[in-house]
């Protein structure tokens, strides 16, 4: 009954995406992990409760439901380990705050997602660790930032919201070289579109939150280490009390088995919609990977095997004192495109974006950034939809 791991190696995404952590014949063949609520485990005796001999010890230490799911991301990441925490930005302020001490130097890339930086600016400031942003298109150039103190290199590929690409294999090199722990926000490729231990990374991040839950209601974040990095990770999550929630943990797993079909879904139709945007006179630029003309494209086609579902355009807009008003006439103007933060789910989002902390990738001169999420509903009906924001924003 149970997939042997080596049939499923070899197997194409889909068919381990129906098969990671997946053990019917461990809960009397039933197709899922039971969902598992605890705290406390019993030990059958003193001696073993002493040497704590036994799989299950305490509940904040896994259960079933959560070794199902982080041997079904392990499986994905090619990762020693993984480590699961209550969202996304959790997962990048475990392992900092694991990494990381007093008097450290840590290198942010400037095109991070905007509350990762505030965490460092503020309480990771506060805590004596000296943060610095560099450019995303840095590449091998980050030798030049390298200091004898610097524990930490963190990437994100494509950056939020502007999505420019990073040599993720380059700046992995130079950091080891120098004693530095490689981190990476993975969450728009996923580990479908892109592994990166596989690049040299040392731990994964992922908001779960977005393509693993695909529906717009649960919060978690994945940590994925390899083996030189998992024991401090995990002492971290442990140190600090975090860890994963049973029934999130459950609907995450649940929410994986359709990932690879909802992402060639919006895959497609974000293509389709981005490469028409491109060729709309009232739109600027769009900035999205896949497009051939987009700066780092190269580096894209060269690492990741696909793309996901957003993007960002920039309204062309003549004096910077309308790129306000024209941009929520777009977006107000919009029936099937919600107005909401986050992405990843079943129904398109939009916003418009605010680049006003960024110190080098600054935000683009011609027009407000407006950011896409596409779901998975009809391409023509959201194109009818974008039309009838441009037509709001040209009478405005
Ligand atoms: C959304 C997001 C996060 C944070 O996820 P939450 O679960 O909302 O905290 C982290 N990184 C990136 C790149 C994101 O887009």
């Known amino acids: 009954m ?21 053990r019917p014949g461990d809960y009397h063949g039933f197709v899922n992990p039971p969902v598992v609520h605890a705290s406390t485990v019993l030990f059958p005796d003193a001696g073993t409760m002493e040497r704590r ?9 896994g259960t079933p439901t959560t070794d199902a799911l982080c041997e079904a991301i392990d499986a994905l990441e090619g990762s020693a380990g993984t480590i699961l925490v209550p969202t996304g930005l959790a997962a990048v302020t475990v392992p900092f705050l694991g990494f990381l001490s007093a008097g450290d130097h840590a290198l942010i890339v400037d095109s991070v997602y905007a509350p990762t930086r505030h965490f460092c600016d503020t309480m990771l400031s506060r805590l004596g660790v000296d943060v610095e942003y560099y450019d995303p298109g840095i590449g091998a150039g980050i030798a030049a930032r390298m200091r004898p103190n610097t524990r930490l290199v963190h990437t994100e590929a494509p950056g939020s919201n502007t999505f420019e690409m990073q040599d993720i294999g380059a700046i992995s090199t130079v950091a080891h070289a120098h004693g530095a ?20 990374v040392d731990l994964s991040i992922h908001a779960a939150t977005k393509y693993p839950s695909g529906h717009s209601d649960i919060l978690m974040g994945t940590v994925s280490a390899n083996a030189a990095c998992l024991g401090r990770l995990k002492e971290a999550a442990i140190t600090l009390g975090i860890c994963g929630a049973p029934d999130d943990s459950y609907q995450i797993l649940r929410g994986l088995r359709t990932m690879g079909l909802r992402l060639e879904r919006h895959q497609a139709a974000a293509l389709e919609l981005a490469t028409w945007l491109s060729q709309r006179d009232e739109v600027a630029r769009v900035l999205h990977p896949a497009l051939p003309d987009f700066p780092g494209h190269d580096l894209w086609k060269r690492d990741f095997k696909g793309a996901s579902g957003i993007f960002s355009f920039v309204l062309k807009v003549d004096t910077q004192a309308a790129f306000k008003r024209k941009a929520h006439a777009f977006l107000d103007a919009l029936r099937i495109f919600g107005l909401g933060y986050s992405w990843g789910g079943y129904e398109s989002l939009a916003v418009h974006v605010n680049l006003s902390d960024r110190t080098i990738a600054k935000a683009p001169s011609e027009g407000p950034v407006l950011r896409l999420q596409i779901g998975l509903e009809d391409v023509p009906d959201l194109k009818r939809d974008l039309e009838a924001g441009f037509a709001a924003a040209a009478g405005v």
């Open 181 to 200: 722990v490689v981190a990476m926000d993975n969450t728009w490729a996923t580990p479908l579109y892109f592994r990166p231990l596989d690049h040299g």
């Open 53 to 61: 001999a036994q799989k299950y010890t305490y509940g904040t230490r």
């Open 2 to 22: 149970a997939k042997s791991p080596e049939t499923l190696d070899e197997a194409g995404v889909n068919t381990r995406l129906a098969h990671i952590g997946n």
